[in-house]
């Protein structure tokens, strides 16, 4: 599993789901010409390598943006990265949280036996995700595993300007959130074992 993406335009994030050095999904986007190629999907017509229909009523540039600007300067097999934005119409099917998600399109087994995800992320200080609010940015459908940042609804205090990983809801690992324009975190890789109940990872920006 491989995909990138900038939350709320300024947070870049690139992952990968390998089981036994193989490759179980390639989500990076090579293959699509704009982010308008997203809108080709539908559950009547499957194709490409994300479900999109969590989102805004806007048009799906308003939320998603491809260009090689957004990929991580290190991944030289991605041509290009996205960047996801919450903007003020950025609400779905009556919910009061923001969303634009990515969902991964495949029947493999992504959520099976021992999956090793890796994730890349970047943070610019222009438009910066809220240190005040919690950003689910990217997760299983049954949240087993996930990484977030900003402040965790629960915490101490109002404000975290961490990112941090995840698992069964308790904080694994995390790193400053304010690096340098243009820096990318560090990348973290994970070995975790597939959750209990179904799910599906996601990429949003809540």
């Known amino acids: 599993m491989l995909f990138t993406s900038q939350i ?70 991605s041509k290009q990265g996205v960047k996801i934005s919450l903007t003020d119409t950025a609400f779905w099917n009556g919910d009061a949280m923001r969303r634009t998600e990515l969902i991964p399109q495949t029947k493999a087994a992504i959520n099976k036996g021992k999956v090793y995800y890796h994730f890349s992320m970047k943070r610019a200080e222009t438009n910066a995700p809220s240190v005040n609010r919690e950003h689910q940015i990217a997760f299983f459908e049954s949240h087993f595993t996930e990484m977030k940042a900003g402040w965790i609804s629960g915490a101490q205090g109002d404000a975290d300007p961490a990112l941090r990983w995840f698992v069964d809801s308790k904080s694994q690992w995390d790193t400053p959130g304010r690096p340098a324009s243009g820096t990318t975190w560090p990348t973290r890789s994970t070995s975790t074992p597939a959750p209990s109940a179904s799910g599906t990872p996601r990429a949003p920006t809540p």
């Open 8 to 77: 709320s335009g300024t947070v870049l994030l690139a992952a990968s789901a390998v089981s036994a050095g193989t490759v179980l999904w390639d989500g990076r986007f090579n293959d699509y010409a704009s982010s308008a190629d997203l809108d080709k999907w539908s559950f009547s017509n499957p194709v490409g390598e994300y479900q999109y229909y969590i989102h805004g009523k806007g048009e799906v540039a308003e939320y998603v943006n491809l260009s090689a600007d957004f990929k991580n300067p290190a991944d030289g097999a």
